[in-house]
């Protein structure tokens, strides 16, 4: 087919495994790594490795003969996990991604897509639910999340020095809250909204289910169909900034619950726990730039991408034998 050769790295996850099936429909040839297989179905990677990407020899091998790399490899989950697991996840990023990036270098890769997060914007512009849309440029002066976001911010920098002193051209995108079918929906690392979908697929036709905080938090959540066609449409294009990946429509916690709840068809109402991690008080993005470079933004909607995401929880839960069918 004459196209190049594509490295996934963390093509057991999430987004990796969707990624990874994106790209194969567009005819590329595929090496997935990562230290475990999808949880859910099996990779269309025409090769997979399960190899720890924090060791560099590692890092090494799985760049071998490969000219394009989308780095997703991560240690990371939800907020429950980010908040209380700072050590790890700063430690193993950023082997995972110094590694990387030099392993890249020393293979010759030509283009180099890493996977950030809003989370690198600053805490002083998300204090109230009723935030402004982050825009790129509001990274600065710097107050990312501890641990996570600083990590995250960290190698945003090394890509740009590996850009500017050795060429290697790379691209860097701020994830806002993805989610979707074949996530992790239970656990501790799940997101918002697969923990929601999980309780409301759980839960009587009129019952109460559990709300970390006051519900009152806000985000924009991107469905992970767009996520990767962003993903592509970026690493095709010629910015080499960090720029926003997520929907510019925000909405509370409390209602992301009435939403899901209504796809359910269930009457829920929410028993809150301010003990919990709740994150910042407001986020939303900014999609100017989003929409100025690739001419394009997501386009599913929260209601749609939640929909689907429900019934395919739900079909998990009755495989588990936890709801019936």
Same mark, same amino acid.
């Given at each position: $087919?004459?196209?190049?050769?594509?490295?996934?790295?963390?093509?057991?996850?999430?987004?990796?495994?969707?990624?990874?099936?994106?790209?194969?429909?567009?005819?590329?040839?595929? &090496?997935?790594?990562?230290?475990?297989?999808?949880?859910?179905?099996?990779?269309?990677?025409?090769?997979?490795?399960?190899?720890?990407?924090?060791?560099?020899?590692?890092?090494?091998?799985?760049?071998?003969?490969?000219?394009?790399?989308?780095? !997703?490899?991560?240690?990371?989950?939800? =907020?429950?996990?980010?908040?209380?697991? %700072?050590?790890?996840?700063?430690?193993?990023?950023?082997? #995972?991604?110094?590694? $990387?990036?030099?392993?890249?270098?020393?293979?010759?890769?030509?283009?180099?897509?890493?996977?950030?997060?809003?989370? #690198?914007?600053?805490?002083?512009?998300?204090?109230?639910?009723?935030?402004?849309?982050?825009?790129?440029?509001? @990274?600065?002066?710097?107050?990312?999340?501890?641990?996570?976001?600083?990590?995250?911010?960290? #190698?945003?920098?090394?890509? &740009?020095?590996? $850009?500017?002193?050795?060429? !290697? %051209?790379?691209?860097?995108?701020?994830f806002h809250n993805i989610y979707?079918?074949?996530?992790?929906?239970?656990?501790?690392?799940?997101?918002?909204? @697969?923990?929601?979908?999980?309780?409301?697929?759980?839960?009587?036709?009129?019952?109460?289910?559990?709300?970390?905080?006051?519900?009152?938090?806000?985000?924009?959540?991107?469905?992970?169909?767009?996520?990767?066609?962003?993903?592509?449409?970026?690493?095709?294009?010629?910015?080499?900034?960090?720029i926003n990946m997520g929907s510019d429509r925000m909405?509370?916690?409390?209602?992301?619950?009435?939403?899901?709840?209504? =796809?359910?068809?269930?009457? =829920?109402?929410?028993?809150?726990? !301010?003990?919990?991690?709740?994150?910042?008080?407001?986020?939303?993005?900014?999609?100017?730039?989003?929409?100025?470079?690739?001419?394009?933004?997501? @386009?599913?909607?929260?209601?749609?991408?939640?929909?689907?995401?429900?019934?395919?929880?739900?079909?998990? !839960?009755?495989?588990?034998?936890? #709801?019936?069918?």
């Open positions: $087919m004459g196209k190049e050769k594509i490295l996934v790295t963390g093509a057991g996850g999430f987004i990796g495994h969707h990624l990874v099936s994106y790209l194969k429909e567009k005819g590329y040839w595929v &090496r997935g790594v990562d230290v475990k297989h999808p949880e859910y179905g099996s990779t269309d990677a025409d090769e997979f490795l399960s190899l720890d990407l924090r060791r560099w020899e590692n890092c090494l091998k799985s760049t071998e003969d490969i000219a394009y790399v989308y780095n !997703l490899a991560a240690n990371m989950g939800g =907020i429950g996990f980010i908040e209380n697991y %700072k050590a790890e996840i700063v430690h193993d990023n950023t082997l #995972i991604n110094i590694h $990387m990036l030099e392993a890249a270098k020393k293979n010759n890769v030509q283009k180099y897509l890493f996977t950030s997060s809003a989370c #690198i914007y600053p805490g002083y512009k998300q204090n109230t639910p009723d935030v402004t849309p982050l825009k790129e440029e509001d @990274a600065y002066p710097a107050d990312p999340e501890d641990g996570y976001g600083w990590e995250k911010m960290y #190698i945003e920098r090394a890509c &740009r020095h590996y $850009m500017e002193d050795y060429g !290697l %051209k790379t691209y860097a995108v701020r979707g079918q074949l996530g992790t929906y239970d656990g501790g690392r799940e997101k918002s909204p @697969a923990a929601i979908c999980r309780k409301i697929a759980l839960a009587a036709k009129t019952d109460a289910i559990e709300v970390w905080g006051d519900g009152n938090q806000t985000r924009s959540y991107c469905y992970i169909d767009d996520c990767v066609e962003g993903l592509y449409r970026l690493f095709n294009s010629n910015h080499h900034h960090p909405v509370s916690i409390n209602q992301l619950v009435d939403i899901v709840a209504k =796809i359910a068809g269930k009457e =829920i109402s929410k028993q809150y726990d !301010l003990t919990k991690p709740q994150g910042v008080r407001g986020r939303n993005s900014d999609n100017e730039k989003l929409r100025e470079i690739l001419k394009w933004e997501p @386009a599913t909607s929260l209601e749609e991408g939640l929909a689907v995401t429900y019934k395919w929880i739900c079909s998990q !839960l009755v495989k588990e034998g936890r #709801i019936t069918g």
